[in-house]
């Protein structure tokens, strides 16, 4: 059974660099059939779409973030990654790691994680 | 971007009556929409992709609909399970993947 962790700060600084890592079992990275994505909500409201990577390391970002984001693949520990940068009090939010279908329908999700930017 | 529009934002029902959420795009998708459930504290479950496929485990009291622009997720029966938040998605191009803004099914 397929499933995704989140790790990392729970609190980062206004213009410092948001860090999270997501840890899968029950499954690899390097499948041909999936992308890995992030997905994150800001409390109370919608889902975003912050960005995927495919196994050979292509990726896709939103646009609206793209300066900021980069996502990365650590294929030994079946990882992937996150970092944010330059990061604002509109960063906050519940940061969930996905597995996305081919096509990009979310199949399974992480549990999320709560990333509060404040000083 | 393509943007997705949901009605209503929140619907009062009861349990069994048949629930209906309609989410509109901005441009043809031709049928890659997908419809997932959020409950409070927890992350989105899949429910129906590409419109109208049911996600494996998923009750077939849920059907989806639609294509083109306009969207429906049909609940046939309202289960006490089923209050919830639920999200329409659009994957026409995965460059820029875009979610609606959910629809909030609450108790009557």
């Known amino acids: 059974q397929l499933q995704l962790q989140e790790s990392g700060p729970g609190l980062v600084k206004p213009s410092e660099t948001l860090s999270l890592t997501c840890t899968v079992s029950?499954?690899?990275?390097?499948?041909?059939?999936?992308?890995w994505g992030w997905i994150r909500q800001p409390p109370g409201k919608g889902l975003e779409w912050i960005g995927s990577?495919?196994?050979?390391?292509?990726?896709y970002y939103n646009p609206s973030l793209k300066s900021r984001v980069t996502i990365s693949l650590d294929t030994s520990k079946n990882q992937f990654s996150l970092k944010l940068s330059s990061v604002t009090a509109a960063d906050t939010a519940v940061y969930y790691c996905?597995?996305?279908?081919?096509?990009?329908?979310?199949?399974?999700w992480g549990q999320g994680t709560l990333v509060t930017v404040s000083s | 971007d393509i943007q997705m529009t949901q009605s209503p934002s929140t619907l009062s029902a009861s349990v069994g009556d048949r629930v209906t959420i309609t989410c509109r795009a901005s441009q043809s998708i031709s049928s890659w929409l997908a419809w997932y459930q959020q409950k409070p504290g927890n992350a989105p479950k899949l429910l129906i992709y590409?419109?109208?496929n049911l996600e494996s485990g998923v009750p077939s009291r849920f059907s989806g609909s639609g294509s083109g622009t306009e969207f429906t997720l049909t609940i046939s029966s309202l289960q006490p399970d089923d209050f919830a938040t639920y999200y329409c998605?659009?994957?026409?191009?995965?460059?820029?993947?875009?979610f609606g803004g959910g629809t909030k099914v609450e108790i009557k």
């Open positions: 998605q659009q994957y026409k191009s995965y460059s820029r993947l875009t």
């Open positions: 990577i495919f196994y050979s390391g292509n990726t």
């Open positions: 590409k419109a109208s």
């Open positions: 996905a597995r996305l279908g081919l096509t990009g329908e979310v199949d399974c």
């Open positions: 029950g499954g690899s990275i390097s499948s041909s059939d999936y992308y």
